[in-house]
Each structure stands twice: as structure tokens, then as C-alpha cells.
């Protein structure tokens, strides 16, 4: 069990450290990192956030801080780096303040609940969009794919015509799915043909598992599915025998796979699918037989079988389920042999309505597919959250920027109530009004360094700065790319720089409210970035309340 107190003086360097590697790993800058350990290391990408459980830190707070980014991942699909980062970067400010840090807690939570009520209801924040069009789906998707750096670097017209077949395969496969995504499986290779779309399940071969079709396509064919291990390991589903020897276990567990298989050989099964991994005896005998073997299947993949096929997966070995196999087969409208300079695959189709379909994709760039393969997972996530929003909002840091700007001056009208309310001094909630504005334009992969941030005073997006006494931006578009500068100047608009520290000066003359925006065409020249709504207020949620709570017990306790 390791035990960590918030005052301990390894905690700030720890969380220091940790917030410059999440930060460093988003933004237009962003790039990958290599973690290193005495046992194993481990490369980070914007994209790759979900393998941040193999970060080796020992630290009980940095580790509560990678269960919350977990827990992120798991919900939303993507924004754990995000809400790690605004995590790390609020618990650095609360244990290093000398604010009372119940007083910091108080505040903290009443900004969050300003922040959250903008991001939900905001009409000049939120983009609602038709869903009578793909626009919206398609622009979604550009969004997730083009903002990952390991997935997409430089423009050449060769790769973003790449990119693009990417977007329209995953949002045709999506609306095939009936936004199930579930029913979509990926299958992602390092070189393919032409990436495309079936209506079936793909499944990748290995070891000239292809063989046994010799060429041919099969029809009406009979499939057995097992989601346990077919071989002489102890399934970790299994529970150990008392008193009996693990290898002892190990046999049992051969021959009851053998008995079953030899019930599938005798009911005259043509496929046998395992989620995990078959025993190479085993395999063989079913070669021999005829039978396919198709193994190491993976969950996804394994379920997506079960909805094609009707087959009800063989969940252990026990000799009781022995006579009921036949009623626990299911069936495929045809199996065929699919080659591809990818490889070589077993395309099954089953019957009409399913909707289960298989995304083939090439690498292009990649060194790994699984890499691809995360985004790919990420832009389907998205859809499915978009179509329940039914808004979008600005990505690129826009939203963050208007956000911040909307925070202080909500604070500022309302400024002698909170500080009733929170009892606290004026200084003390401006403070953490700084606090919140810094984590939240970091996670969205933005600095406030002098010159380098600017923000209009139609839209209060974010702008890139110029570093120029003439010119305060540079650019002809917001980092959103939704809004041009000659929109702005049309409604008489004008930018400022954008810190911390001057924020009351710049935002004191700016009008109540921004600008509605709407949804639509991009602007010539420019790559809108769009981001989930419900997402980031899933991170921002669960960032705030996580480093309320550190805060409020003082330590940490992991076992």
C-alpha cells in the first residue's frame, strides 16, 4: 500500500514533470514521446492516449491521475490527454497556493459549474448541426483524424486524398452500423490496395490459416465461436482447482478442448472462430478435417462474428455444455479467400440486415497499425457522441478561448455576490479564475506566452499571434478555421493579445455577448476543426472534480 500526502515536496516536481509530457504530446506542435523504464518503455501520441496505463511512474497521485484519464478513454472514446493535463495542472496550483485550500475548492467548483452551464448551453458556443446531411459527420471525423500527430504530418496531396478515403470509409461504415459501433470492425494493415468498405467481417490470416478454402468460396457455411482459450493454459476466467496442480489443470483444460472438438468435427462444423488462441494440436486435427480455424479473433472482432453469424459463444469447457453444441452453432451466407497486398484474409458475410461491416485501411504513414487503428476507433466514438449532442463546438483551442474570456467577465459582473457566496476576497477568485483559464488553454494545446495568443472581440476566438509592433495576427483564420479575419473586421470587430495577467484590461471594453456562429462550409484555404461537446465536458468534469477531491482528503492512498 503507498501512501502520499499533498504537502509532500516530491509531489509538485512529480506533477510538474508530468504535466510538460501530456502537454507536449498535443497542439499544433505536438509530438510523440518515449517513456523509459529499467524494465520497459513506452511511446505516447495524441492519439494513443488510452496506452497511458503503461506510463512507469510509482507515484499514488500521478497513478489516481492515470485512472482518471482511464476513465475518460472508457467513456468517451478520446479527451484523456485533456483531462489529464487540466488534472495535473490544477493540482499543481491548488498544493502550491496560499489560499486556504478549502477556500480554492469552494471556487474551483463554482467556476466549473459557470465553465460547464457555457459549454451546454451557449448559443453563440455551441454549433448545432443537420443531421440530414453527412456534412456534419464528415467534418467530425476530419477533426479527430487530422488532429492526431502521429496520424496525419504536412499537407502533400497524396496523403490527404489518403486521409480522405479514411473519413468517407468511417462515416459510410458508421451509418452501415446504424451508429452501432460496435458492429463496425477495423482492420487496419500497413499496405493495402485500396482501403474499402464490405459488408461482412474481414479477418486477417496468419500461418496460411487460408489454405483449408484452397481458393474457393464457401456457401451456407456452419460456424462454432469460443471465447475461451482452446489450449493447455488455465483461462484467467478459470478458477484454480484447490489442491490441485496447475499443470495437472493445464491437461484437463487440453482434453476437454479436445473432446469438444471432436463434437465439432462429428456435427460436421465448417469453422471454428476462438477469441483467443487455439492449441497448434488442435489446429492441426482441424486442418486435417477440413475444418477453419480461425483464432486470436480479439473481442471486438469475436462480437461482431456472434451478431453476423447467431452463433452463441462457447464461454467454458465443461463437459454439460458438450450436448447442447450443435444448438450453439451459427451460420454464414458465404466464406471466401480475399488477397490484398496487405495480405491475405477470410472475408465471411452473413445474412442481409446485420449490419455488421469491416473498415479496411492502409497505414500509409504509420510505423504501427495499431496507431491508426486507435484514431479510427476515436472518429467512431465521435460520431456516435455527435448524433446525441446534435451540436459541435469550435476545436483548435476556440472553444477554450471563449471560455476563458466568458469566465472572467461572468466573474466580474457577479463579482461582490461570490465573494459573498464563497467568502472569499476579490483577489482570492481572480486567482482561481487564472488557474482555471491556464489548465484549460493547455489541455486544448494552447500557451499564453506574450504575443503568441491573441482573440477577437466578435467571436472570442483564438488567434495566432504575429510578434509584430504593426500587426497583432497573423493569420487569415481563427485556430478553428470557422471564423476568416475579414468576418471580423465586416462586423467592426478587432483583436487583442491574450495573457493572464492583462486579461481585465483587454476584456473590460468587449461587448456582453459573441457572435453566434453557425455551421457550414469551410473557408477556402482552411481545415475546420471541430470538436465533441459532451467530451470535453466529460474531461473538464472529471479533471475539476478529481482535484477538488485530492484536495479536500490531503493524500492518497493506492494499494
Known amino acids: 500500500m503507498a501512501f502520499i500526502s499533498v504537502d509532500s515536496v516530491y509531489l509538485k516536481p512529480a506533477l510538474d514533470e ?30 494513443s492516449s488510452r496506452l497511458i496505463s503503461n506510463i512507469p511512474v510509482g507515484s499514488p497521485l500521478l497513478q489516481f491521475a492515470l485512472q482518471c484519464i482511464r476513465s475518460q478513454i472508457e467513456r468517451f472514446g478520446d479527451g484523456g ?16 497556493s496560499c489560499i ?81 459501433i460496435e458492429k463496425v470492425v477495423l482492420c487496419i494493415r500497413k499496405k493495402v490496395d485500396k482501403q474499402c468498405l464490405l459488408n461482412g467481417v474481414l479477418y486477417p490470416c496468419a500461418d496460411e490459416e487460408h489454405v483449408v478454402l484452397k481458393g474457393m468460396s464457401w456457401n451456407s457455411a456452419s460456424l462454432l465461436l469460443f471465447s475461451v482459450m482452446l489450449t ?33 468435427i462429428s456435427c460436421g462444423i465448417n469453422i471454428v472462430a476462438c477469441q483467443k488462441v487455439v492449441h497448434p494440436t488442435l489446429i492441426l ?72 461491416c469491416t473498415v479496411l485501411l492502409g497505414s500509409h504513414l504509420l510505423e504501427s497499425c495499431s ?12 460520431l456516435k457522441q455527435v448524433i446525441q449532442d446534435t451540436a459541435v463546438c469550435p476545436g483548435g483551442g476556440c472553444t477554450e478561448m471563449h ?45 499564453s506566452e506574450a504575443g503568441s495568443l491573441a482573440f477577437d472581440s466578435v467571436y472570442y476566438h483564438a488567434w495566432r499571434g504575429s510578434h509584430s509592433k504593426t500587426m497583432i495576427v497573423e493569420a487569415t483564420t481563427c485556430h478553428c478555421g470557422l471564423i476568416s479575419s475579414d468576418a471580423v473586421v465586416r462586423l467592426n470587430g478587432s483583436w487583442s493579445i491574450f495573457t493572464l495577467e492583462h486579461i481585465n484590461y483587454v476584456c473590460t471594453d468587449l461587448n456582453d455577448t459573441a457572435q453566434k456562429i453557425t455551421f457550414g462550409p469551410s473557408i477556402a484555404g482552411s481545415v475546420p476543426v471541430h470538436d465533441v461537446c459532451s467530451s470535453k465536458v466529460g474531461a473538464i468534469t472529471v479533471a475539476v472534480e478529481s482535484a477538488i477531491a485530492i484536495t479536500d482528503i490531503g493524500a492518497i492512498i493506492t494499494s
Open 285 to 356: 486435427k482441424m486442418k486435417r478435417k477440413g475444418i477453419l480455424v480461425l483464432q486470436r479473433l480479439g473481442k471486438r472482432m469475436a462480437e461482431a462474428v456472434e451478431i453476423l453469424s447467431g452463433a452463441v459463444p462457447v464461454s467454458n469447457l465443461h463437459i454439460s455444455q458438450l450436448d447442447s453444441l450443435p444448438q450453439l452453432k451459427g451460420s454464414l451466407k458465404k466464406v471466401q479467400h480475399f488477397s490484398d497486398n496487405g495480405g491475405n484474409f477470410v472475408f465471411m458475410e452473413g445474412a442481409p440486415g446485420s449490419g455488421i
Open 100 to 180: 486556504p485550500r478549502h477556500s480554492s475548492c469552494s471556487i474551483l467548483s463554482e467556476l466549473q459549474n459557470i465553465v460547464l452551464s457555457q459549454l451546454r448551453n451557449s448559443e453563440q458556443l455551441l454549433l448545432s448541426i443537420n443531421l440530414d446531411s453527412v456534412a456534419p459527420l464528415m467534418a467530425v471525423a476530419q477533426s479527430v483524424l487530422l488532429s492526431k500527430r502521429g496520424n496525419y504530418e504536412g499537407t502533400d496531396p497524396v496523403h490527404l486524398a489518403h486521409i480522405n478515403t479514411q473519413i468517407s470509409l468511417l462515416v459510410q461504415a458508421f451509418l452501415e452500423s446504424e451508429a452501432s
Open 18 to 47: 508530468f504535466t510538460k509530457l501530456l502537454a507536449a504530446l498535443v497542439g499544433p506542435h505536438g509530438h510523440s514521446c518515449l517513456i523509459r523504464s529499467p524494465v520497459d518503455s513506452v511511446t505516447l501520441t495524441s492519439s
Open 81 to 96: 490527454l485533456y483531462c489529464g493535463i487540466l488534472l495535473s495542472k490544477l493540482m499543481i496550483r491548488l498544493i502550491d
Open 403 to 447: 471560455l476563458c474570456i466568458t469566465l472572467w467577465k461572468e466573474v466580474h459582473r457577479r463579482r461582490e455576490d461570490l465573494c459573498f457566496k464563497l467568502q472569499c476576497s476579490a483577489s482570492q477568485l481572480y486567482t482561481v479564475v487564472k488557474w482555471f483559464q491556464e489548465g484549460l488553454l493547455l489541455a486544448s494545446g494552447l500557451h
Open 232 to 264: 493447455d493454459k488455465i483461462d484467467c476466467k478459470e478458477k484454480e482447482l484447490p489442491g490441485v496442480d496447475y499443470l495437472q489443470q493445464g491437461k484437463a483444460q487440453f482434453e476437454a478442448a479436445e473432446i469438444f472438438i471432436e463434437k465439432a
Open 371 to 382: 496507431e491508426l487503428e486507435i484514431v479510427a476507433h476515436q472518429v467512431l466514438t465521435a
